[in-house]
């Protein structure tokens, strides 16, 4: 199996859906490939968070509210589930769910081509919050800690690329400074090979 291959089942092989026929290519392809395996551990690492929310039974009464609040004026989130179909905390569960996996050190690691695995971890995302949603009644304090835990993972990777930005700055300070002398030293070269030249017109003159 290529890479495009194993990522198309990626998705399945980390959740245990796969089929057991595929195994086999997708496990010997995961030895030889550091970008799959990278990839396969950010599918992982976001199926054990998610897996950290608790899966409650709706309320008996969620219907009655359900066709309570169609009646209501409607809000500017509640055009997702007029104009796409999907009820809006589906958007932001997934969202959420994409900002972690994007943020993982694993990703950050990964050298595969970006447009693809970020379609990849959008697909992983949105299946589980599809799953999240119609039990999420009750878990006011589990989002308040999830959104505490997001910002944390948040700050540490905008300090982390602040100080890598600094790095960069100050090597390519140094690095256009050792170009700036080089330069001047060849200048200066130049010069005296010039007026070495004219010495020699004088003389021979």
């Avoid at 859906?17 to 595929?22: A, E, P, S």
């Avoid at 695995?117 to 119609?134: C, D, I, P």
């Avoid at 700055?169 to 140094?174: D, F, N, Y």
């Amino acid at each position: 199996m290529n890479c495009e291959q194993v990522q198309e089942l990626l998705p399945e092989y980390a959740d245990r859906q796969i089929r057991q026929t595929l195994v086999g290519g997708v496990e010997e392809h995961l030895h030889q490939c550091h970008s799959c395996s990278n990839l396969l551990a950010v599918y992982r690492e976001n199926i054990e968070l998610l897996a950290t929310f608790p899966l409650l039974d709706p309320p008996a009464d969620l219907g009655d509210r359900i066709l309570e609040r169609t009646t209501r004026r409607r809000s500017v989130l509640a055009y997702f589930d007029r104009y796409f179909g999907i009820p809006a905390p589906v958007y932001l569960s997934a969202a959420a769910a994409l900002l972690i996996a994007l943020l993982s050190p694993a990703f950050l690691k990964m050298d595969t081509e970006p447009s693809r695995a970020a379609n990849k971890y959008l697909h992983r995302a949105w299946s589980y919050s599809v799953r999240m949603y119609g039990r999420a009644e009750g878990m006011g304090q589990e989002i308040a800690t999830f959104k505490n835990v997001l910002m944390l993972i948040l700050d540490q990777r905008v300090d982390q690329i602040q100080d890598e930005l600094e790095n960069y700055s100050t090597r390519k300070e140094k690095s256009d400074q050792q170009s700036s002398q080089r330069g001047i030293i060849a200048s200066e070269g130049s010069s005296l090979t010039l007026q070495g030249a004219r010495d020699h017109v004088l003389r021979e003159s």
